[in-house]
């Protein structure tokens, strides 16, 4: 596992966080039952120490009053060679050693600044029986009695009774094995709280994988697999604790999410079917639309198309008999003629946009050069035709479809554009064709078409997508108002094999 994932898992967060507080408990109980058992040893070590002391005296002032210096060495020696003893001094009232242990240092006067009698040696201080601790100059820790003889009238003989203190017995007992017991101790304690957070922490981790981390992998792996999809993914977690909830919560969100999947995917199906009928009756609109708009176009050019031809050519007959008539109707006859000949010319362009001829006869360019030349050149648009790549011929329904996506594309900038200059480029591909109409003109907000008002226009937009989409295309419409509009839209080829005719 990735070192920076362990660090963020639940299983090391809390084992780190029982681990601290364990390690902090036990390190507090361990300092304070140490200070508790060094505070009891010293408390009794000071006793013992001051009973010792006390008898230590007794037998002295008991040799003094005799005024058998043998003895009292004596007791001097013998009390120094028990165990812990590290020093025993009998000092007069000037500090000078009278008697000690081997007669060690006797004749020194003691340093009033040394560590162990500064605590005495202080303004302020009581002058009866005290223990201290201090440590002396080889660096060990040492309990000191100072137990005062004082001036008794026993002692009057030899002493002048004016005196209060005759001297101070010091005692000086070694704490070095008793601390040692205490430190050894608080090791132990150490040891076994520590072996026991050991012990709590691998049985926390344990209930803590058989309780919490294996079922939580068993969630994590439902809800990854749900996650990705499964929605028949249900957690079985048989309990009646936190994560058994969880669970049953789970397990109802996606049975009920399953069921909106399912429902989705009904209605889905539904609407993929609507649409596909709604295409196949659209396409059947289409279809019915330029069979309609062919026989038009053809009864249109055989009957009234024929009519006025006939009727513009007796006219024009007529014209020749004029002459022997009056200016006045001749000009009524110029006007008729230029009547006949709008309609015939109106006519034309009916026709053409019904249903042109030159798109069957010439191809898809011819015929888009033709329609905006119509309807274009004739307002004084400047028109700019590119053709690139090979030309050929579309099957007639893509040719068609295409003509007729350019051709409201030319009446949306005839009306609306007010444009000078229009671009018309017809790309030929391996496997498309790319038709694109450009202009100069005021341009539009292509969001706002369908809430602008001008439904025109909208539905113009509208049957150019459809058109497309239907002929297996795609129509991309780019406008900005103040900067024209472009219009393109791509067609697979599936040609006939024929080359276009230029």
Known sequence: MNPMMFTRSLRFQVT??????????????AYLHYESDRALVMRESGAALTNTSQLIKASLQHAMLKQDFSALQSIMDNVGNQSGIQALMLLNRDSVIRFAPGQKDVGTKLDLSDPGCQACHQPGRPADQQNIVFTNNLGERVLRNCNPIANSEPCYQCHDSSIKLNGVLIT?????DTEAHLDQEMYTSLTLGGGAVLVLILTINLLLD?????RLSRVSGGLRRFGQGDLSQRLTLQSSDELGK????????ASSLQDKDSENARLYTELRQKETALAQLLQQVIKAQEEERKRISRDLHDQLGARLSGLTMSIEAAGHLLPEY????????QRVKDLATQALEDTHKLILDLRPGVLDELGLVAAIRAEAETHLQS???QIDVCVTGTRRRLTPERELTLFRIVQEAITNIEKHSSARNVKLTIDFHDATVTVTVEDDGIGFDVASVPNDGNETRGLGLLGMRERANLAGGSLQIESQVGHGTRVEVIMLIVTDGSMEKN
């Open 16 to 29: 780190a966080g029982v681990t601290f507080v364990m390690i902090a408990t036990v390190a507090l109980y």
């Open 172 to 176: 000086d007992y070694s704490l070095a």
């Open 210 to 214: 058989r309780l919490v981390l294996a």
């Open 246 to 253: 969880l669970a049953e919560t789970f397990n109802s969100m």
């Open 326 to 333: 009056p200016d006045p109707l001749k000009d009524r006859w």
């Open 379 to 381: 307002r004084g648009i």
